[in-house]
């Protein structure tokens, strides 16, 4: 009885010392602040929200700032890495990044395999580059008929089970945009942050219009880590109501040339200044 009784009291006695230990950071957190370097997986297709300077061979544009940022934030370097809508969740799953700023917007089935810091910085949805000529202007006149769009992309679901589309996915957004151009498909379906930037500026792109008033799937753009990483999506989201309190998302977009404003940017900004 004695011995039995011993052992419970040592069983209390380390449960009531592990309640009282201070929380640890979780692996990632720790593993970024004994290397001083965070792995950002960015997403860089072409524009404002991510291009790659010719001049100088570095990847700029929004996407590439705010991870830049975002690591000088939590005081450590940057380590930017290229990835596509068909490989990021694994990059992500696989350690090969740390966290991801790569044009993925929240929505439920992405939230119950990964974590992500709940605050958004921005907020995206779909678009359709069509010929001018297509006599497409509704998501309803792609039934039946064959639209690019990336691999891995939240767009596929609702183009095939609401709008009736015959979807052909791509590695990467260049790619469909090529398929477009190529004939193979009569729309290309990509975040509107990509495709109106795209046709503004580009006169290849001419014949090109995007004549669908509204964004299939709008939703907010947020950074991602691994699924549990809760002290990581912490320290990531303080940076991220940051950004928002001191206008510096307002004023990168500025800065980069982003129109039109995002409107979700000052609603944020009056939120957390006040």
């Not at 380390?14 to 950002?40: N, Y």
């Not at 690019?148 to 790619?175: D, H």
Request: charged share 20%; aromatic share 6%; net charge positive.
């Amino acid at each position: 009885m004695t011995t039995i009784h011993t052992l419970r009291t040592i069983a209390a006695l380390a449960l009531t010392l592990l309640a009282t230990q201070p929380a640890r950071a979780d692996a990632t957190l720790d593993k970024i602040k004994q290397r001083g370097k965070v792995a950002i997986g960015v997403l860089v297709n072409g524009g404002p929200f991510g291009s790659i300077d010719p001049a100088t061979q570095q990847l700029v544009g929004w996407n590439p700032e705010l991870a830049r940022d975002l690591a000088k934030r939590l005081g450590v370097e940057a380590e930017l890495v290229q990835v596509n809508p068909s490989n990021r969740v694994q990059f992500l799953q696989a350690g090969k990044v740390d966290l991801l700023i790569a044009s993925m917007e929240y929505n439920a089935d992405r939230g119950e395999l990964l974590s992500y810091a709940p605050t958004p910085f921005y907020r995206v949805g779909g678009t359709a580059a069509v010929l001018k000529t297509s006599g497409i202007h509704q998501w309803e006149d792609l039934r039946g008929k064959t639209v690019c769009a990336s691999q891995g992309s939240s767009f596929v679901k609702p183009l095939q089970e609401q709008y009736g589309a015959q979807v052909r996915g791509f590695k990467t957004a260049s790619e469909s945009l090529l398929a477009l151009r190529g004939g193979q498909c009569v729309a290309a379906v990509h975040d509107a942050t990509l495709i109106h930037p795209l046709l503004r500026s580009n006169t290849e792109w001419a014949s090109y219009a995007a004549p669908i008033p509204t964004e299939i799937l709008p939703a907010p753009s947020v950074v991602w880590a691994r699924k549990g990483e809760t002290d990581t999506v912490s320290a990531v989201d303080k940076v991220v109501q940051e950004w928002h309190r001191t206008g510096w998302l307002i004023g990168t977009e500025k800065r980069l040339g982003i129109t039109p404003p995002q409107p979700l940017l000052p609603e944020l900004q009056a939120k957390y200044k006040g």
